[in-house]
């Protein structure tokens, strides 16, 4: 029969410390992606529900914890300092250290074996069991380890811990079955699982409830959601039906299996963004199909002509400069559509090889880091110049913006966002309107990110 083991002293002095503050305090910093940022209001919600505070203040912190990202080489390098710094103080005060998601998952052998200071490690599948894991830490000092990937877990029952706001995020599908070469998602998110929509449009009306006006459907590639009879475009509209809601963006589409349906409801529903994200990485042939991306230049532009006839849709894109054997001929052919595409935005990224991915394993990273670096400089050059244009195109015209709250530099200005999905910033008039309200704003400058203006009248949403 096993035995629970008695407390260590510096446990027994952390627990009465503990229970003296009402539970554990949990200082919790989030990396990458929206996804993330949802998975870290379920996690709040999972620890909360067992008796697990949180604080803003990492110094009043019994448990640190990271939600990290496999994405992106610069996610790894800021985790790999943040860890650094805790190492010191975990000596100092005797912290439990804990990481989760995708970097969780993707490098657990390499965080256990390099990394001896952290305590506990749970992949993105795995959150329900991060409470046990950290009071076994905390009152046990035992290292924890979940990374068992599930084909059925949605969360679909926890209610995620949200702050204020008029922006809701709602997952509706986990993990992606695509593949994409260079990409590791499928590895640390497992295969594609959907949410019924029962449970989706009662998490929208929640929203609703506690002020949410605006709803960002998501998923790694949210064209694939199914539910029995349900598609995507059919939950898209669904939820744009929710009494309430104002308005309805959706993240990421995959460009090989963009329904018609989809397009149709875009175009169609007054509550549903004229934005699409339309993620074409690169525009040559040779690059898409080592990239395994499922489209060629010649269907990406036919969708993307079927989306233009549909009525004015701004497009945004992600972009990957300097992938395995991309030549100079064939990094120029992305840059001469990308100047003729006219995307409102692109996110821009130097290649950096992931661990277990298909090109890891297929192709070499053989691109020298200043041409990829050159590369990545000249699309967001060239991007920064079309996205300038096409603001200050806008200067002299009124644009509907709904609040989103106090602009980031003066709590005096006003920031919200276009139905186009951007930034606007304007001063507050001593008016009467709030948070969630849809005002019309006299554009006089814009930056290639924002665009300044000042209040007209409150705008009619019916
Ligand atoms: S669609 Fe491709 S890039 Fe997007 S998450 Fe899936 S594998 Fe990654």
Redesign the pocket.
Known sequence: MSRTPLLLPTSLKRLAASTKRGGYQVYMETFGCQMNEYDTELVRSIMKARGFQFTPVDEEADVILFNTCA?RENAHNRLYGHLARYKARKKERGLVIGVLGCMAQNLKQELLETRSWIDVLVGPDAYRRLPDLLTDALEHQRRGLAVDLSEYETYAQIVPDRGNGVNGWIAVMRG?????S?????YT?GRERSRDPEGILEETRRLVSQGVRQITLLG??VNSYRSGAWSFAHLLVAVADVPGIQRVRFT?P?PKDFPQALLEAVAEHPMICNQIHL?L?SANDRILERM??GYTRREYLHLVEAIQKKGPIVLTTDLICGFCGETDEEFQETYDLVKEMQYQAAFVFKYSERKHTIAARKYSDDIPEPVKGYRTNEIIELQKEISLQKNHALIGSKVDVMIEGDAKKSHRQWMGHTEHNVTVVWPKDGGQELPGDLVSISIHDATPSTLYGTAHSSCSVD
């Open positions: 994405i992606c079955d695509n593949f994409c260079f990409c590791v998602v499928p998110r790694q590639n990421s995959h993620p990485q395994g991306r």
